[in-house]
């Protein structure tokens, strides 16, 4: 089935730089969408990043200027790199893509299963 399997995280000092990786995998027609949340103890899961498969991306506002998302949708993969990297940053991060899988037309959401993120001196 359709899996999307996360990498890349870790603990990192405060003002350090993390990489998250994300790929989907499975019988995979197209994907349109793929992104990051992250969730905070006691906290909502929240956006973190977007990429459109027409090359739009989308922040949430405490993230820009310091994470960039990319990605290759010819290979189904998004990454997350994170620069000058906070306390508040740390939290468990979810790659999330809409797919149409294989036999499909229309798209479903999917989530990755986490990767914790930990910034601390």
């Known amino acids: 089935q359709v899996q999307l399997v996360e990498s890349g995280g870790g603990l990192v000092q405060p003002g350090g730089s993390l990489r998250l990786s994300c790929a989907a995998s499975g019988p995979i027609f197209k994907i349109n969408v793929m992104g990051w949340y992250r969730q905070a103890p006691g906290k909502e899961r929240e956006l973190v990043a977007q990429l459109v498969s027409d090359g739009r991306t989308n922040y949430t506002d405490s993230v820009k200027g310091r994470f960039t998302i990319s990605g290759d949708f010819g290979k189904n993969t998004v990454y997350l790199q994170m620069n000058s990297l906070k306390p508040e940053d740390t939290a468990v991060y979810y790659c999330?893509?809409?797919?149409?899988?294989?036999?499909?037309?229309?798209?479903?959401?999917?989530w990755g299963q986490g990767t914790q993120v930990t910034v601390s001196s």
């Open positions: 999330d893509a809409n797919i149409a899988p294989s036999g499909f037309i229309r798209y479903y959401h999917y």
